[in-house]
């Protein structure tokens, strides 16, 4: 079965800190798609990333990067420079190749205090 | 425009009452998805359209009912719901079915008294 876990339910830090959000997932899929989506307060879920499971290159979005690592199922989410307008739920998605089932994780919700 | 656009924004009705949600994607997406959020629980797909035909209906009451007139619009028309029902609902599409990036709408915040 498949599995996505956000361990991490709730940090808090002070602005322009950096931050890593954790997400471990679990799968016997060798192809399977990775994501990060951010849901502010008013509600939207805002694509972040989209990563194939044969891509394990690390990926950099101006403040934000993205840890993908196989060998221990994990795709951690890093903010650099934390600012106010980051605070948000963030959750981790895994999907299956060739499916549109999404398989989401519990969220973290990060608060980046001014 | 916004990709993704959900009406109303927010919604309270009583148990009796009928009422439907509208969502429009602007994306030229062939795919559209009805998702449940309910505090402290994960999202639950609800239904899913392809080229306006239902292809996964997951065991959703009846008192949910989906419309997809062609590819840009979907409805939740909503009809003797019960408290529970309460939550946000987001509407997503995708360019395709098969492991696609969904974009959501900013969902529709419904309580039922």
């Known amino acids: 079965a498949q599995k996505v876990t956000q361990a991490q339910t709730e940090i808090s830090v002070v602005e322009k800190e950096d931050v890593t959000l954790d997400c471990v997932y679990e799968?016997?899929?060798?192809?399977?798609?990775l994501f990060w989506y951010k849901q502010p307060p008013s509600g939207e879920l805002v694509f972040l990333i989209r990563?194939?499971?044969?891509?394990?290159q690390n990926e950099i979005s101006g403040r934000y990067s993205w840890n993908f690592q196989k060998s221990t199922s994990s795709f951690n989410f890093t903010i650099t420079a934390s600012q106010v307008v980051d605070s948000a739920v963030y959750f981790c998605?895994?999907?299956?190749?060739?499916?549109?089932?999404?398989?989401f994780g519990t969220g973290t919700r990060l608060k980046v205090l001014a | 425009e916004t990709g993704v656009t959900q009406t109303p924004r927010h919604l309270v009705m009583g148990m009796t009452n009928k009422k439907s949600l509208k969502c429009e994607q602007h994306?030229?997406?062939?795919?559209m998805y009805w998702y449940k959020q309910s505090a402290k629980k994960p999202l639950e797909l609800m239904f899913v359209?392809?080229?306006?035909?239902?292809?996964e209906n997951n065991s959703v009451p009846s008192r949910f009912s989906p419309e997809c007139p062609n590819s840009s619009h979907l409805f939740l028309h909503l009809h003797t719901l019960q408290p529970e029902d309460s939550a946000l609902y987001l509407c997503?599409?995708?360019?395709?079915?098969?492991?696609?990036?969904?974009?959501f709408g900013p969902g529709t915040r419904l309580l039922v008294l």
């Open positions: 799968t016997r899929d060798t192809t399977y798609y």
């Open positions: 998605a895994l999907s299956l190749s060739g499916t549109y089932k999404y398989i």
């Open positions: 997503a599409s995708s360019q395709g079915l098969e492991s696609e990036t969904q974009y």
């Open positions: 990563r194939n499971s044969f891509d394990e």
């Open positions: 994306l030229g997406h062939n795919a």
């Open positions: 359209y392809s080229l306006e035909e239902r292809v």
